[in-house]
């Protein structure tokens, strides 16, 4: 799904009713920024394939910043909310793992093939056939799960050691 177009006359910084807040690349993080950094444009601009949902993973995917596209992060709680036209949002079919698939998107090689893909003179950019041509393999969806959880486990343990690293050094 293709981010919201709008007229720069349209958009709002701050929260207007009528109105629904906008991710930009820059709010796609290792998770999703929904409280910083957005941009508020009328209902009647965003479609209803536009409105994120649970699972949906926003993909950076045009910048200036070569760094940037490519960047993704999948929603993961209720958020009423869309995109910009700088972001695109891969959807998971029923009986495929969102999680899993974010993973697999998130991974450095998945981003180096998108990086060189996206790679222009001024601006980069990632077409909807480099996000259809990307082969993912899919294992039966408890195997999808049973991975999303190991690798949960080792992002957890990964963060409590960057924490206890944190702790020492500010102890020095």
């Not at 893909?117 to 601006?123: D, E, K, M, V, Y």
Request: hydrophobic share 45%; with cysteine.
């Amino acid at each position: 799904v293709r981010g919201v177009t709008y007229k720069k006359e349209q958009a709002s910084s701050l929260p207007v009713p009528g109105f629904v807040p906008i991710l930009r690349a820059t709010n796609v993080k290792a998770e999703l920024v929904l409280n910083d950094d957005l941009v508020f444009v009328p209902d009647s601009v965003v479609s209803s394939p536009q409105l994120l949902r649970v699972g949906d993973i926003v993909v950076a995917s045009s910048s200036g910043s070569v760094s940037v596209v490519g960047k993704s992060a999948m929603l993961r709680r209720a958020w009423r909310g869309s995109f910009g036209a700088f972001c695109t949002v891969l959807r998971s079919k029923p009986g495929i793992d969102a999680a899993y698939i974010g993973n697999y998107v998130a991974s450095p090689i998945t981003r180096r093939t998108w990086s060189s893909l996206a790679a222009g003179t001024n601006i980069n950019n990632l077409k909807r056939q480099h996000f259809e041509e990307l082969v993912i393999p899919l294992p039966p969806l408890a195997e999808q799960k049973r991975i999303v959880e190991a690798i949960d486990e080792q992002l957890s343990r990964l963060e409590a050691g960057e924490a206890s690293l944190s702790r020492a050094s500010i102890a020095l």
